[in-house]
Nanobody, 124 residues
Framework: QVQLVESGGGLVQAGGSLRLSCAAS????????MGWFRQAPGKEREFVSS????????DYTDSVKGRFTISRDNAKSTVYLQMNSLKPEDMAVYYC?????????????????WGQGTQVAVSS
């Protein structure tokens, strides 16, 4: 079992920045992927970014490329999502997720472990 706890959400003006954190505990290893997803009201949960834990290979959805950066701290078993130049359309509940096995994925169904979510609000 892996437990995930997100933090760092809040309210920010458009153009501002936030950094989300996701601390993992429990049975972890190098062979897993950490992902960030988001869900806005009335919309489906969508992929934002992922990172392959062993070598730090990142992946981003097109709408956040150049604005968001995913990173991890091995010693703290924590993954971060630095979000810059935030837009009103980025407003959503952001979820951290983890999956075992080889490689990352963009489908939420591929992830087994989920955090409770953290709200990101962006005012225009």
């Amino acid at each position: 079992q892996v437990q995930l706890v997100e933090s760092g959400g809040g309210l920010v003006q458009a153009g501002g920045s936030l950094r989300l954190s996701c601390a993992a505990s429990g049975r972890t290893s190098d062979w897993y992927c950490m992902g960030w997803f988001r869900q806005a009201p009335g919309k489906e949960r969508e992929f934002v970014s992922s990172i392959w834990w062993s070598d730090g290979t990142p992946d981003y959805t097109d709408s956040v490329k150049g604005r968001f950066t995913i990173s991890r701290d091995n010693a703290k078993s924590t993954v971060y999502l630095q979000m810059n130049s935030l837009k009103p359309e980025d407003m959503a509940v952001y979820y951290c997720a983890a999956r075992d096995g080889l490689g990352c994925a963009r489908q939420s169904s591929e992830y087994v472990y989920w955090g409770q979510g953290t709200q990101v609000a962006v005012s225009s």
